[in-house]
């Protein structure tokens, strides 16, 4: 994040909106055999930067899709 200093501002997202959509990307349980329990694995990282893509730009109006905030 230190280079990224402008993705958590303060306003439109902070760093426990940051902690809380990495905890819900690595919730989710997968069975297989490269993939431990509680482990960030790469698609679960994909999806834990989507997601606060989608938190900080869709759903703050910054932009008007799904696919422009991501």
């Given at each position: 994040?230190?280079?990224?200093?402008?993705?958590?501002?303060?306003?439109?997202?902070?760093?426990?909106?940051?902690?809380?959509?990495?905890?819900?990307?690595?919730?989710?349980?997968?069975?297989?055999?490269?993939?431990?329990?509680?482990?960030l694995v790469r698609f679960k990282f994909v999806e834990a930067i989507v997601r606060i893509a989608i938190s900080k730009f869709y759903k703050t109006r910054l932009c008007d899709s799904v696919f422009e905030a991501v």
């Open positions: 994040m230190s280079s990224c200093p402008d993705l958590v501002d303060g306003k439109y997202l902070k760093v426990a909106d940051c902690d809380l959509e990495f905890v819900a990307a690595n919730s989710i349980r997968v069975d297989f055999p490269f993939c431990p329990d509680r482990q």
